[in-house]
């Protein structure tokens, strides 16, 4: 029996990189996951198909976050699916990983591109733990995905360092006010990590990369997942409100 059998998750941003190894592994787990993705209908259909043929059981639900009545479309679905599934809507494990990157220089950054990162990386994580509330059982799990750019400076990411700074104070607010029903709300910061963009098949950007680590390499999606696993599990129960760096030691200098 795995650590989340019984359990059910959603993990958005979950078709590609970190969120979809983080989906397999709660999944290899024994939890039901709900693999969430923005329009990518298609690569969340190989993450649930990757995780049934591992023997777990997933599906599909899709929803632009960051935009108007984002997080009710979300769980139309999730509710939905989740009655058929489980005949309740209890959501034991949310992990809000979806989210985009700036890549900017400051001077050229523009207010709608400002308002875009908060919206997808800060408003729509917010409104995905206030609306999950309900669903939440006493002992669930709130995992938001913060960034190691929270602690080093990269001027390129101001913005996108902002919304994860902004994470950051989602979780340890929300584990003050969710304490009482032994909900834990922790924050992972994940260094350079592969998400399988073209970039990490380009051997000298990612021995570049790899200089940032004292392990001398860049993180896999499964070094965050495994955390993130963790942090879903009971095994954590007595951590709440903190910022677990998974940054392969990047932020040791
Ligand atoms: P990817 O770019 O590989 O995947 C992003 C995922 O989020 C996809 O599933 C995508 O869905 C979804 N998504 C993006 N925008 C939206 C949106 N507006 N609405 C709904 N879903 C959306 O991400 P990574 O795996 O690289 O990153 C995952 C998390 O980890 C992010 O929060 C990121 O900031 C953080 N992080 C990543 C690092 C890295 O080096 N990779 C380092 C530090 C933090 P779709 O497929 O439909 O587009």
């Known amino acids: 029996m795995g650590k989340l059998t019984g359990k059910t998750a959603l993990v958005t941003g979950s078709s590609r990189g970190i969120g979809r190894a983080t989906a397999l592994r709660l999944a290899r787990e024994g939890a039901l996951v709900a693999v969430h993705c923005s329009s990518n209908g298609e690569a969340a259909g190989d993450t649930v198909a990757a995780i049934e043929k591992d023997g777990g059981r997933a599906f ?121 029903r032994g909900i834990t709300v922790n924050s992972v910061g994940p260094g350079i990590t592969d998400n399988g963009t073209p970039v990490f098949d380009d051997p000298q950007a990612v021995a570049a990369m790899a200089g940032y680590s004292v392990f001398n390499r860049v993180g896999e999606a499964r070094d965050i997942a495994d955390v993130v696993a963790f942090l879903a599990s009971d095994d954590s129960r007595w951590i709440t409100g903190s910022y677990l760096d998974a940054s392969g030691g990047t932020l040791l200098g």
Request: glycine residues 10%; aromatic residues 6%; without cysteine.
């Open 60 to 180: 599909p639900v899709s929803a632009e976050l960051g935009v108007p009545g984002d997080v009710h479309k979300l769980f139309l679905s999730l509710e939905r699916e989740l009655k058929v599934r489980t005949g309740t809507t209890t959501l034991d494990i949310l992990v809000n990983n979806a989210g985009v990157m700036g890549g900017v220089n400051p001077e050229d950054l523009t207010p709608e591109k400002f308002d875009r990162l908060f919206a997808v990386n800060a408003k729509a994580p917010y409104f995905l733990v206030q609306r999950a509330l309900d669903n939440l059982p006493d002992g669930g799990r709130i995992i938001n995905i913060s960034s190691g750019l929270t602690r080093v400076a990269n001027p390129q990411e101001v913005a996108y360092a902002m919304t994860k700074g902004a994470i950051d104070q989602l979780t340890l607010h929300f584990a003050k006010h969710l304490g009482p």
